[in-house]
C-alpha cells in the first residue's frame, strides 16, 4: 500500500502519528475561543469508530483528572465514515478493515477486535455520531458516557452502533432518556451534527483525532492525532502556566470509582504502574470477584463487579 493511498482513505489509520483521516495540513484555524468557565477550552474533533481516538482515552482520563478544574473539553463529530462510496487506499469495502484495526489495537495497546468489519460491518458512522449530537441536548456528561459506551460495544463487543438497536441499549446503560434521545436523534441531532462538520471543513480538520487547546485571549494549540500524555499537559500549560495538576487517589477502588470500566493501558496511565504490572493487578482483582473482565483476542477489559444485595 503507498503512502499516497495510505493518506487518501479515510478509515486507514497511521499508528505512527496517531491519526484515523485524511491528512491535511491547514494554518488557518477559524475556532473561535468561546467564553468559558474554564482558564482552558479544548475543542475535541473525534468520531465514535475513529480507533486513533480510542487510543487516546488513557491520555485523555489523566488529563481530565489532573486538569480537570482548569479544562473544559466541548467534543465535537467529524464525519470519518460517510458511507462506502468511495475506493482508495486498499480499502474499499468493510473486510479490508478488519486487518488492520487488529494492527491498530497492537500498536496503541488497546483492545480492539476488527472481526466486527467480517460479522456485523457499519455502512456508516454517521449514526452513532448523530446519537452522542442527540445526547448532548439532554446532558453533556451523559453524552461522553454515550460514546464511551457505544465504543466498548464496538471495539470489544463487535457491535454494529449505526444500528439503533445498539444505539438505543448503549443510551439506556449510561442514563439517558432513550425516547427522547430517538426524537432527537431524527430532529435536532443531525442539526447539530451537520453544524460539526461545517465547522471540521472550515478549520481542514480531515483527521483524528484533532484536538485544539484554546484561552480567552485567543491563544491556540493544536495537537493532532495520539501522543503521549506530555503533550497534552504541556497544551494545557501552555494555554494556562497556573494550570493546578491535582493530585489524585491511585488506588484501584478511587480509578474504578471515577471511570467504572478500565484496559490495562488506562490502568497504567492513572495508576502509574507498568502495564504488565497493570494487567497483573487487575487480573488478582477479577480471581477475587472484585471486577468483572471481558476477554476478546485484543486485550480485556475490567469494570466493577456490582454486588447485588
Not at 494492527?103 to 472481526?115: A, C, K, N, R
Request: some cysteine; hydrophobic content about 35%; overall charge negative.
Amino acid at each position: 500500500m503507498t503512502t499516497d493511498s495510505v493518506n487518501n482513505n479515510p478509515l486507514i489509520c497511521d499508528p505512527t502519528e496517531g491519526v484515523c483521516g485524511v491528512p491535511e495540513n491547514n494554518d488557518t484555524v477559524n475556532i473561535k475561543s468561546e467564553k468559558s468557565d474554564k482558564p482552558v477550552k479544548i475543542v475535541y474533533f473525534t468520531d465514535p469508530i475513529c480507533s486513533s481516538c480510542w487510543g487516546i482515552e488513557p491520555q485523555l482520563r489523566k488529563l481530565k483528572l489532573e486538569y480537570g478544574n482548569d479544562i473544559e473539553i466541548d467534543y465535537r463529530m467529524g464525519g470519518l465514515l460517510p458511507d462506502w462510496s468511495y475506493n482508495s487506499g486498499g480499502i474499499s469495502k468493510p473486510s479490508d478493515v478488519a486487518h488492520h484495526w487488529d494492527e491498530v489495537s497492537l500498536h496503541y495497546e488497546m483492545p480492539i477486535d476488527g472481526d466486527v468489519w467480517l460479522e456485523d460491518p457499519l455502512d456508516s458512522s454517521y449514526p452513532p455520531s448523530i446519537a452522542f449530537k442527540a445526547a448532548q441536548i439532554q446532558s453533556k456528561e451523559k453524552a461522553v458516557l454515550l460514546m464511551r459506551e457505544m465504543r466498548e460495544m464496538l471495539f470489544l463487543n463487535k457491535k454494529n452502533i449505526a444500528k439503533w438497536e445498539h444505539i438505543a441499549t448503549a443510551a439506556e446503560r449510561v442514563g439517558l432518556d432513550v425516547t427522547q434521545l430517538k426524537t432527537d436523534f431524527e430532529g435536532s441531532g443531525k442539526i447539530f451534527f451537520d453544524e460539526d462538520l461545517k465547522l471540521a471543513k472550515e478549520n481542514g480538520v480531515r483527521g483524528f483525532p484533532s484536538i485544539f487547546f484554546m484561552n480567552d485571549s485567543g491563544n491556540k494549540e493544536m495537537i493532532y492525532g495520539t501522543k503521549p500524555y506530555p503533550f497534552y499537559e504541556t497544551a494545557v500549560l501552555k494555554m494556562f502556566p497556573n494550570a493546578k495538576k491535582k493530585e489524585y487517589s491511585k488506588n484501584w477502588e478511587s480509578l474504578f470509582e471515577k471511570y467504572p470500566s478500565l484496559t490495562a493501558k488506562e490502568f497504567a496511565e492513572l495508576s502509574g504502574l507498568n502495564k504488565i504490572e497493570s494487567e497483573k493487578k487487575l487480573d488478582d482483582l477479577f480471581v477475587k470477584g472484585k471486577l468483572k473482565k471481558l476477554t476478546t483476542k485484543n486485550g480485556s477489559l475490567w469494570t466493577v463487579k456490582v454486588i447485588e444485595e
